[in-house]
């Protein structure tokens, strides 16, 4: 069975970085993409980065542009987040997630993934 195991998170002050980490293991599966989702306390679950398993094309949430890189390691079946100039408003539950879907924004789309981590918990002190 496919797992993914998000790790990373914390307590941070303004300003700080992080870096997220998420392994998937449990065997061979259908993936074009990875990504993460985050979601904060009240608010529905939001895109945050996404990366193209074979190619590493990267899409990134305006939020995130210039701030977050999102990277994989395919040897280690591992993607990465990194967080930096984090800000009060990055407070969340962070997920990473998996997709087949191979059209369209299927990677920023929450409903066309099919494996999803527990999420690892951000928390930005002002």
């Known amino acids: 069975q496919v797992q993914l195991v998000e790790s990373g998170g914390g307590l941070v002050q303004d300003g700080g970085s992080l870096t997220l980490s998420c392994v998937v293991s449990?065997?061979?599966?259908?993936?074009?993409?990875m990504g993460w989702f985050r979601q904060a306390p009240g608010k529905d679950r939001e895109f945050v980065a996404a990366i193209t398993w074979v190619s590493g094309r990267t899409y990134y949430a305006d939020s995130a542009k210039g701030r977050f890189t999102i990277s994989r390691d395919n040897t280690k079946n591992t993607m990465f987040l990194q967080m930096n100039t984090l800000k009060p408003e990055d407070t969340a539950v962070y997920y990473c997630?998996?997709?087949?879907?191979?059209?369209?924004?299927?990677?920023?789309?929450?409903?066309?993934?099919?494996?999803w981590g527990q999420g690892t918990q951000v928390t930005v002190s002002s």
């Open positions: 449990g065997g061979a599966f259908s993936r074009y993409a």
């Open positions: 997630a998996s997709t087949p879907v191979a059209y369209g924004d299927a990677w920023a789309k929450e409903m066309m993934h099919n494996h």
